[in-house]
Structures are given as structure tokens and as C-alpha cells.
T-cell receptor, first 113, second 114 residues
């Protein structure tokens, strides 16, 4: 079945350093979404990318969708302690019109003050 | 964030008990989902309902039984669970025919099976 691989699984950074998590698929994705889950919380939708090569920014967060629509990345510039949490990518399964998302394993970010 | 609510927030049950988890969405969405989140595992989709019809059952054991009486409410009935079923159970909703499918999650029910 379709899988979405996400790396790294964990990342520890010093506050102020940058952070990047990567999401890869063996098949072409129709779109990709990113979610953030704070410790003890639930996943919260961040953004959706649809177009090949698309780049979107939210303050210090930059999201990219690969030209082949098989990979995506989330980059955080100058991390802060509020960025702590697990970041998940998720993709629509094939041509599903039921909203079935396949989630990556997540990258857990720890930020040392 | 009160768009999707779940009750109870915490549940401890024995393997012979029967309990139900409840989810309610106030966003006017037409699709609802149950996910299981275990420690060190990705989110596992369990069930999908579109317009109250179950469209996905991700090989979930029959000891989990979903019910969707209308597009705003979703239940997960539990019976004769196993300790390995202990996890965070998350409900989500989305507007499935809009193409975006961004999902809005509830706070989850932390289930412990003893």
C-alpha cells in the first residue's frame, strides 16, 4: 500500500538553530498536508501543498512540495521553545475521494533553551 | 479549539468491560474519522465515514465497532479489549468533497486497558 516516509524521527536543536523534516513517497502525491502535535495535545493542521514545486511560508516555517510531487519538506528558521512538538506530513491516498490520509511517522522536535 | 469534542478524555477499562467513546463535530463537515495513536507509532486510521456511510475499515478487529448516527456524531464501541489496545484514540472531521480534506482533530481519549 501507499506509504509516506518521514525523516528524521527525532531532532534535538539548540534554540535559534534551524530545523528541517523531510517526507518522501514512492508514488506521486495529489497533495500533501502538514500537522503539528504539541506534547500531550492533538494534531493541528498547518498547511496543504498542491502544486508541483510549490513553496509556502508561515512566519518562520517554510513548506516545499517537490517538482515530482513525491517529496516535501518543512523548514523552521531560528527555532524557539514554542516549536517543540511532533510534525507529521500526510498525503491523500491515491485517488481517494473519502479524505483518507496516510500519515508519516512524524518528526519529534526538541528545542534546548 | 472546540470544533471537535471527544468524551471521555480518559478511560480505564478491564478486558471484559464494554464502553463507548463519543465524538461530536461542530464544523458542519461531512466526513469523520477514528485514529489510533500508540507510543512511537504513526497515526493509524481505523474508520472513515462519509455522509454517515462507512467508507473505510482499515482491518480493524471486531472488538472495535463504530457507529455514525448522523454527520455530526461518531461513536466507537469497545468490548473485550486487549492491553495492547491501550492508546490515544483521536476523532477527526473534514469536508471531504472540497478536495482539501484538511482534518480537524479532537483532543482524544486516552484509553488504558487493564
Amino acid at each position: 500500500g501507499q506509504q509516506v516516509m518521514q525523516i528524521p524521527q527525532y531532532q534535538h536543536v539548540q534554540e535559534g538553530e534551524d530545523f528541517t523534516t523531510y517526507c518522501n513517497s514512492s508514488t506521486t502525491l495529489s497533495n500533501i498536508q502538514w500537522y503539528k502535535q504539541r506534547p500531550g495535545g492533538h494534531p493541528v493542521f498547518l498547511i496543504q501543498l498542491v502544486k508541483s514545486g510549490e513553496v509556502k511560508k508561515q512566519k518562520r516555517l517554510t513548506f516545499q512540495f517537490g517538482e515530482a510531487k513525491k517529496n516535501s519538506s518543512l523548514h523552521i528558521t531560528a527555532t524557539q521553545t514554542t516549536d517543540v512538538g511532533t510534525y507529521f506530513c500526510a498525503a491523500i491516498h491515491g485517488s481517494s475521494n473519502t479524505g483518507k490520509l496516510i500519515f508519516g511517522q512524524g518528526t519529534t522536535l526538541q528545542v534546548k533553551p | 479549539e472546540t470544533g471537535v469534542t471527544q468524551t471521555p478524555r480518559h478511560l480505564v477499562m478491564g478486558m471484559t468491560n464494554k464502553k463507548s467513546l463519543k465524538c461530536e463535530q461542530h464544523l458542519g463537515h461531512n466526513a469523520m474519522y477514528w485514529y489510533k495513536q500508540s507510543a512511537k507509532k504513526p497515526l493509524e486510521l481505523m474508520f472513515v465515514y462519509n455522509f454517515k456511510e462507512q467508507t473505510e475499515n482499515n482491518s480493524v478487529p471486531s472488538r472495535f465497532s463504530p457507529e455514525c448516527p448522523n454527520s455530526s456524531h461518531l461513536f466507537l464501541h469497545l468490548h473485550t479489549l486487549q492491553p495492547e489496545d491501550s492508546a490515544l484514540y483521536l476523532c477527526a472531521s473534514s469536508q471531504a468533497n472540497r478536495g482539501g480534506y484538511e482534518q480537524y482533530f479532537g483532543p482524544g481519549t486516552r484509553l488504558t486497558v487493564t
